[in-house]
């Protein structure tokens, strides 16, 4: 699956904003990395040109920074999640009750921030909410709307993951910051790794501990010399990537892609999955090797239709120059069939079916009984007549038995047309005309 992480600067959203970015043919795998301004979004990404075609079509997934986000935990009352039909309606309800909850804990107006609920969330339970500036968010997505991605997700750089007890470091030596979850009291905590601080917030069973610490190259050194042993090493892409991995879906509520856009972002994630993924490799040889087979199948069933459709034409051939071994050139055998029959006839003097007395004598054998003709007209082998009215019953009935003896029956106005129709029975009675 390629994707293209965009990670947004916490300083306020302007002309003079950065953004970094981390590209990846595979989701697993660095391919490019770097910062960019925004006027040069649209570019991504800068190092390797060659992959811009690429990240067209990528997966654009947002991370919001640490710094910009704070995290609570609230217990939501019975009946607040939204479920089934109602569901946009009770979304606007739950942000209301979240703004209540969490009122005596943030520092600015409720109506200024954006709120995110915990992938899941459950009732009478603790659920964490992260929390950020709503203008910046809205800010920083539309600059990257309007570079020509479209953002599938939104993901916070850390969460509060319980599979994860870890700590990490990250940032400058001179600006060094400790992430992680405090244990037992299971808070987050984000704080500046400094001896003062480690001090100030935290007790020193709690961070010297047995649990992992990761850091990122550049304040490694200063992790191992307050933690006193050695940590992992992760460079900032790969952490990103890692990011992406998280199930935090941030754009909720007022958002605008929050529902429609997610929807859609799952979808194509899934298709990108059947399409690249190696754990679908066999399934996808499978459904090939389906459609080739279907293709050789439908190759072999139309072979056989053409062969079957040349062998009826050259039987309808051999039966005209059987019956006429006179026909010199083969064009159109039913029509020169016709025509041959037709002239057999006159010559032997044979009543022919567009004879006058001949239609009269089918038609009075095929009417029904006690129907009575008030004109007849006959003219270029058509015959027309005027009768009783007919009902649909009757009229089907004549029409079909009209067309056993090779004559049609049409209306027209207030009369009736009788007229040969019926070439096969003309070829069929070439077997018994045959001088």
């Not at 060659?50 to 217990?75: C, N, Y």
């Not at 709503?134 to 599979?163: K, M």
């Not at 006429?324 to 022919?352: C, I, N, S, W, Y």
């Amino acid at each position: 699956m390629t994707v293209l992480i965009l990670t947004l600067p916490a300083t306020p959203i302007d002309a003079c904003a950065t953004f970094d970015y981390v590209a990846s043919l595979d989701g697993l795998s660095v391919s490019d990395h770097g910062t960019v301004a925004m006027e040069q979004l649209s570019q991504l990404p800068l190092q390797t040109p060659t992959l811009q075609p690429l990240m067209r079509t990528a997966t654009v997934v947002v991370v919001l920074p640490t710094l910009a986000l704070s995290w609570h935990q609230v217990t939501l009352p019975r009946g607040s999640l939204p479920r089934g039909l109602m569901s946009e309606r009770s979304s606007t309800r739950l942000r209301t009750i979240l703004a209540s909850l969490l009122e005596d804990q943030l520092l600015d107006d409720p109506d200024q921030l954006h709120l995110a609920l915990q992938p899941q969330p459950r009732e009478d339970a603790p659920t964490w909410v992260a929390v950020c500036n709503h203008a910046w968010l809205v800010a920083g997505l539309q600059a990257i709307t309007q570079a020509g991605y479209n953002v599938s997700r939104v993901v916070p750089e850390f969460c509060p993951d319980a599979a994860d007890p870890g700590f990490y470091v990250l940032g400058t030596p001179c600006n060094a910051l400790l992430l992680g979850r405090v244990l037992p009291s299971d808070c987050f905590l984000a704080m500046p790794l400094s001896v003062d601080a480690l001090a100030l917030h935290s007790e020193p069973s709690t961070l010297n501990d047995l649990r992992p610490i990761t850091a990122e190259p550049s304040v490694a050194a200063l992790a191992e010399s307050l933690f006193k042993r050695p940590v992992q090493l992760l460079q900032g892409p790969q952490r990103l990537l890692q990011a992406i991995e998280c199930p935090w879906d941030m754009a909720q509520f007022d958002l605008r892609h929050a529902e429609r856009d997610r929807r859609r972002a799952g979808l194509v994630k899934a298709l990108n999955t059947l399409w690249r993924g190696p754990q679908w490799r066999a399934a996808r040889l499978a459904l090939v090797a389906i459609l080739l087979v279907q293709l050789a199948g439908l190759n072999t069933w139309s072979w056989r239709e053409q062969a079957s459709l040349a062998a009826k034409r050259l039987a309808v051939r051999n039966v005209l120059t059987g019956t006429f071994p006179t026909v010199p050139v083969v064009v159109d055998a039913p029509v020169q069939m016709k025509h041959e029959l037709a002239a057999l006839q006159r010559a032997k003097g044979a009543p022919q079916p567009s004879d006058l007395d001949v239609m009269l004598a089918t038609l009075s054998a095929t009417v029904p009984v006690g129907y009575a003709l008030t004109a007849i007209d006959y003219a270029a082998q058509e015959l027309r007549f005027k009768g009783p009215t007919l009902t649909a019953d009757d009229q089907s009935r004549l029409a079909l038995a009209l067309k056993q003896q090779g004559l049609s029956l049409t209306r027209q106005g207030l009369q009736w047309s009788v007229k040969p129709s019926n070439l096969a029975n003309a070829i069929n009675s070439a077997t018994v005309l045959t001088p």
